[in-house]
């Protein structure tokens, strides 16, 4: 028996183990055609292994992954998902100030029904273009930016209805058609009464009836529709815009009081816009000033309320 030690068998540090990786980062060196020639690769083998060497990472980073720790990278870690770019919607005085009206204006209402908007004041010339008669015009600055019809008589006062016509081509030449019918956002029916701001909800009554049958007719028999007043409001700032129901207190307001006593159950809105008040509170100054002629400036406020009055009708029409 030998007294030889067993010597075990270690590797000599001169002829380190193949390394499938190593070994492809290191033939780098050669030239591409003389690689694939040594593995006996046709064209297509070629490229898909030429797209495999060139993902392969370099001799710096094999190295340095070597020998980073596994405690400060753990194997088999899944990889970090892409952050994606996301928008916030969520409401900004800053960020929404600065989204042009024109494309929120444009904006489709989810499920809107059908309105009718009714504005009250006084008739004819001597109260045209008066504070009292600011719901008169609020709608018709609104029906003339949307390219309604014109207002004409209809529903016991005065209607504008969207401009549906289009012109038809023919041998005579061309001619108007009726054509669609509006989209649901401009579904709305402007009207105007023709009777004294006291008695005015007489008037209303009648055309709620006679438009709530129409569509109908024209819809289905359960169609629901909306109806909505607009009305000035004394003691608001000029141009504001206030949205109530129809309970709410009429505050003095002797248009709204007939109202309420004509349509008696049922649900409509009221959109009131600011005419401020004078100074005074003397029924006498109150009533001039109220049935006076505005001015230039106080067209304009009214005007510019325009804008707010529209949207609590889209809101009205999604309630």
């Known amino acids: 028996m030998s007294n030889a030690p067993t010597r075990a068998h270690v590797p000599s540090p001169t002829t380190p183990t193949a390394d499938p990786e190593i070994v492809a980062i290191t033939t780098e060196h050669l030239s591409n055609d003389a690689v694939d020639r040594r593995a006996g690769l046709n064209k297509r083998e070629r490229r898909k292994q030429r797209r495999t060497q060139h993902s392969l990472p370099t001799p710096d980073e094999t190295s340095s992954e070597t020998d980073s720790s ?86 016991s006062g005065l209607v504008s209805r969207p401009d549906d016509t289009r012109l038809s081509f023919s041998l005579t030449g061309f001619k108007k058609v009726q054509g669609a019918p509006p989209g649901p956002e401009d579904d709305w029916t402007f009207w105007q009464s023709l009777s004294l701001m006291n008695v005015s909800g007489v008037g209303v009554k009648k055309a709620y009836a ?29 141009g504001k815009v206030s949205v109530r129901e129809s309970g709410a207190s009429a505050r003095g307001h002797n248009g709204l009081k007939s109202c309420q006593q004509q349509l008696g159950g049922v649900k409509w809105w009221r959109v009131g816009v600011g005419i401020g008040r004078p100074e005074s509170r003397d029924p006498n100054v109150v009533s001039r000033y109220v049935l006076g002629k505005i001015s230039s400036q106080e067209r304009n406020g009214l005007e510019r309320a325009a804008s707010g009055v529209v949207d609590a009708l889209r809101a009205i029409a999604e309630k």
């Open 70 to 155: 596994a405690a400060t990278k753990p194997p088999n870690n899944p990889p970090k998902a892409r952050k994606s770019r996301q928008i916030n919607t969520t409401a900004d005085p800053d960020t929404a100030a600065s989204i042009p009206q024109s494309l929120i204006a444009v904006m489709p209402p989810a499920n809107p029904l059908p309105l009718l908007v009714c504005s009250i004041g006084n008739p004819g010339a001597t109260y045209a273009n008066t504070l009292h008669s600011a719901g008169h015009i609020v709608t018709s600055f609104i029906a003339e930016r949307k390219v309604y019809q014109p207002f004409s008589k209809g529903l």
């Open 210 to 238: 006679a438009w709530l049958a129409e569509l109908r007719r024209r819809t289905s028999p359960t169609q629901e529709g909306r109806l909505v007043v607009v009305h000035d409001e004394l003691e608001s700032a000029l």
